[in-house]
């Protein structure tokens, strides 16, 4: 039994979660959210009951298969939860009033509490539907309590396995950066595996075969051993899983009182590696090839932005959504385009993605700088360097991967060499915009956000705030291509060409079109952002 002190922490925590519980807009966005799956959930689990009810056999290996997805959502919202509030937890002052194995379970009740009332209006919705569809209500009771018996070993392991993986991170100070990397990338070879399942029409079955043997399954059998319609159910089986509970949870809690007491007691606050400077004044390649055309405060903000992105890589994780952006748009294109469309989807995409990666965000990566860079370059100096840093890395990118690709494929010289082009004023226009865009941010409004690959926080603002501006962006730069878009699409060129007009000068023609269209745009953002940052005051409204 739980004692009175770790019920006394659970409720602490609880009460304090409520207090934070975001607005009422988000507050009601969440709850239609939840209440519309809910309904759909009982609309799937009234058919299954009916179809349960007419003699058909129980679907026991998807249901296994769903459950087990399931339940590893739950594991991750358990340990969601429990990293959040293990940050609230201040072993200085609980420890000498509770032991922490007090502390520990209580934080599992609140563990256990919150993810159970996440799941309680989608489990109502089953059990509704179920209950209906079989005409009994004891399935109802009985998935009730199959899903609190898997909540409970969900919650117990997404505590331990959070906890833990806190533990390994303070003894392994690559840890951190092999996460982030798993996040930020691990999607790549489920994205791969799927369109191999795709091409050879493998089958899932022995998947299905697989996931029904676990014992995950079981919690099947308990769901449905209130109902005298499904044959196939097992009470072993529904037995067998309120025993895994009844043990797996007292042996996830005694490891993740473990874990804490290790973490409070004997290990250090955290993991920590030594990290050189550099100098942002001392000459280097840039200065010997543009030192005399570039003054040196322009340089020295170029370089400061690249020396910024390798030890924090904000700008080119947030490249990111631009491709993902640019993949959903742009599909059509890739399609329907032809050879030169396809070939100009990638020249803008990489162009994009530059110039958004080093031009975005200027006042967040320039946060503690700020006051020194407004009393020491001006405002054309600085906006010049982070254009300079943008359009120096997309000219060897874009070319290098535009002019290879041109010539393996139909695409003429002449189209292939001016697509490189646009793709480089792609990129110049997409920084320019960028700057403009974010010096309309101001200071205050930026707060310390957790980012991938660094325990230091990066400044941005909260919210879809940033998602906003970046969007923006993303549509004026492809507004400013839909010449090129447009001139290129087979559609287009053809019926021109049906007219008298050769299809090459069509394409060619708008693609110089969408380099005038484009260097009008970067100039006047480029001359916005100059006028904001010199009018740029902190602290004040602008």
């Not at 005399?292 to 924090?312: D, G, I, N």
């Not at 110039?355 to 006042?363: D, E, V």
């Not at 100039?523 to 005051?537: L, N, P």
């Amino acid at each position: 039994m739980t004692s009175l002190p770790s019920l006394a922490v659970a409720r602490t925590e609880w009460t304090r979660h409520q207090r934070e519980f975001g607005r009422i807009t988000e507050r009601t966005v969440l709850l239609v959210t939840i209440a519309a799956g809910a309904v759909a959930l009982g609309w799937f689990a009234h058919s299954l009951g009916r179809d349960l009810a007419s003699g058909q056999g129980l679907p026991h290996d998807r249901l296994s298969l769903f459950l087990s997805i399931a339940f590893a959502w739950m594991v991750w919202r358990s340990s969601q939860y429990t990293h959040v509030r293990f940050e609230y937890l201040d072993p200085a002052f609980l420890l000498p009033t509770v032991p922490a194995r007090t502390a520990v379970l209580g934080l599992l009740g609140f563990v256990y509490a919150r993810l159970l009332a996440t799941l309680a209006v989608p489990t109502a919705g089953v059990a509704v539907g179920l209950a209906a569809g079989l005409r009994s209500l004891t399935v109802a009771v009985t998935v009730i309590g199959a899903v609190a018996c898997l909540a409970a070993l969900a919650a117990a392991l997404g505590t331990a396995s959070r906890l833990g993986a806190r533990l390994v991170a303070r003894r392994l100070a690559r840890a951190r950066f092999y996460r982030d990397f798993l996040v930020v990338f691990g999607w790549v070879p489920l994205f791969l595996g799927w369109l191999v399942l795709q091409e050879t029409s493998v089958s899932v079955a022995p998947l299905l075969t697989v996931v029904g043997a676990l014992p995950l399954a079981w919690f099947v059998d308990l769901a449905f051993v209130g109902s005298v319609d499904a044959p196939s159910v097992s009470l072993p089986y529904a037995l067998g899983a309120m025993g895994t509970v009844a043990v797996a949870v007292p042996v996830f809690a005694t490891a993740t009182v473990t874990v804490t007491r290790r973490l409070w007691e004997t290990e250090p606050v955290s993991s920590t590696r030594p990290g050189g400077s550099r100098s942002l004044v001392s000459r280097g390649l840039v200065d010997r090839l543009l030192g005399a055309a570039v003054s040196r405060p322009v340089r020295t903000v170029a370089r400061e932005r690249w020396l910024m992105e390798r030890r924090v890589p904000r700008g080119l994780l947030s490249t990111g959504y631009v491709l993902l952006l640019f993949g959903v748009f742009g599909l059509p294109l890739f399609l329907f385009g032809g050879p030169n469309g396809i070939l100009l989807i990638l020249a803008v995409g990489l162009g994009l993605a530059v110039g958004i990666a080093f031009a975005s965000a200027p006042l967040g990566t320039e946060y503690w700088t700020l006051p020194m860079l407004l009393t020491t370059v001006s405002g054309r100096q600085f906006v010049s360097g982070l254009f300079l840093s943008a359009v120096l890395i997309a000219t060897p990118v874009v070319t290098l991967v535009v002019l290879p690709v041109g010539v393996v494929s139909v695409v003429g010289p002449v189209q292939t060499v001016v697509i490189a082009l646009v793709g480089i004023a792609s990129c110049a226009c997409a920084a320019a915009v960028a700057i403009a865009v974010g010096l309309a941010v101001q200071r205050h409004d930026l707060a310390p956000t957790p980012f991938f690959f660094t325990e230091v926080p990066v400044y941005a603002e909260p919210g879809l705030s940033g998602f906003h501006r970046l969007g923006s962006i993303f549509a004026v730069v492809l507004l400013a291509n839909a010449p090129a878009f447009l001139g290129n699409a087979p559609s287009v060129y053809s019926r021109l060409s049906a007219r008298g007009v050769p299809a090459g000068i069509v394409q060619v023609g708008s693609l110089f079109l969408t380099l005038f269209v484009l260097a009008a745009v970067t100039w006047t953002a480029f001359r916005i952002a100059v006028e904001r940052f010199r009018r740029y005051r902190l602290g004040d409204a602008q």
